[in-house]
């Protein structure tokens, strides 16, 4: 989920970047313009705007000039060629409003999700380094609660400090014959039993510290839970794919 927050941030940035040059600007008041070109005011306002958001990369007032007049000089061009009318800019609008809705959506979203985590949650996690965990991966419909692992069941055996961090997270939170439900994609989810936890004579690597342990923690919860939120929204939806 962290991902698709991610990408969605960054196809947003760079929507709006390229539209930026295309939203029209309110015309300023006659003492507030700066330089007209081709008719068109520009406002001095904006341009000290843009010269402090420069930060420490200041450009001198005259390479301000210089941008905003070669910059406003292209809009001009672009308006004069009606590439804001084209389709494919109309579209690239249109991914542009999608993409911002869904990213507050899942901004208010992530922000709402619960990531306490407990000492004795930290201390279950730090409790299997070195050991040895035997566990089954069933389908999210399996009866993993029946105590007999169905014959689809996957079942493995490892070192715990050698598995990946999300396994490694689900299984410190369960019992021996314990299991849960784990999100990977929305409507993607299988069931993970813990089997069995034993000591290992091969040496375990260093354990991390109790901050990481609860920053991992944290972070999975948020994803599960964001997942799970999704999956119900799919659930609850009417959805129906036509074929071709």
Same mark, same amino acid.
């Given at each position: 989920?962290?991902?698709?927050?991610?990408?969605?941030?960054?196809?947003?940035?760079?929507?709006?970047?390229?539209?930026?040059?295309?939203?029209?600007?309110?015309?300023?008041?006659?003492?507030?313009?700066?330089?007209?070109?081709?008719?068109?005011?520009?406002?001095?306002?904006?341009?000290?705007?843009?010269?402090?958001?420069?930060?420490?990369?200041?450009?001198?007032?005259?390479?301000?000039?210089?941008?905003?007049?070669?910059?406003? !000089?292209?809009? *001009?061009?672009?308006?004069?060629? &009606?590439?804001?009318? %084209?389709?494919?800019?109309? @579209?690239? =609008?249109?991914? #542009?409003?999608?993409?911002?809705?869904?990213?507050?959506? !899942?901004?208010? *979203?992530?922000?709402?999700?619960? &990531?306490?985590?407990? %000492?004795?949650?930290?201390? @279950?996690? =730090?409790?299997? #380094?070195?050991?040895?965990?035997?566990?089954?991966?069933?389908?999210?419909?399996?009866?993993?609660?029946?105590?007999?692992?169905?014959?689809?069941?996957?079942?493995?055996?490892?070192?715990?400090?050698?598995?990946?961090?999300?396994?490694?997270?689900?299984?410190?939170?369960?019992?021996?014959?314990?299991?849960?439900?784990?999100?990977?994609?929305?409507?993607?989810?299988?069931?993970?039993?813990?089997?069995?936890?034993?000591?290992?004579?091969?040496?375990?690597?260093?354990?991390?510290?109790?901050?990481?342990?609860?920053?991992?923690?944290?972070?999975?919860?948020?994803?599960?839970?964001?997942?799970?939120?999704?999956?119900?929204?799919?659930?609850?939806?009417?959805?129906?794919?036509?074929?071709?």
């Amino acid at each position: 989920m962290k991902y698709l927050l991610t990408i969605l941030s960054i196809a947003c940035i760079a929507t709006a970047i390229a539209l930026s040059a295309f939203w029209p600007d309110k015309q300023p008041e006659e003492k507030d313009i700066a330089v007209t070109i081709n008719g068109h005011s520009l406002a001095r306002s904006a341009l000290e705007r843009e010269e402090g958001s420069a930060g420490y990369h200041r450009s001198s007032e005259q390479e301000l000039m210089e941008s905003a007049i070669t910059r406003e !000089l292209l809009l *001009q061009e672009a308006q004069r060629q &009606a590439i804001d009318k %084209e389709p494919n800019f109309r @579209a690239a =609008l249109k991914s #542009f409003y999608e993409q911002s809705l869904i990213k507050v959506l !899942l901004d208010r *979203q992530y922000q709402k999700t619960d &990531a306490r985590v407990s %000492e004795e949650e930290i201390s @279950a996690f =730090l409790s299997l #380094f070195g050991k040895k965990v035997t566990f089954s991966r069933l389908s999210a419909d399996s009866p993993a609660e029946t105590g007999q692992a169905p014959s689809q069941a996957q079942q493995m055996t490892a070192i715990f400090d050698d598995l990946a961090e999300p396994l490694q997270v689900i299984l410190s939170t369960l019992k021996p014959g314990e299991s849960a439900v784990k999100y990977d994609t929305g409507s993607d989810q299988y069931t993970i039993r813990l089997e069995d936890v034993s000591s290992s004579p091969a040496a375990g690597s260093t354990p991390p510290d109790r901050e990481t342990v609860r920053q991992r923690l944290a972070e999975y919860k948020r994803e599960q839970q964001m997942s799970s939120w999704l999956n119900n929204l799919k659930k609850s939806a009417s959805i129906t794919i036509h074929n071709k």
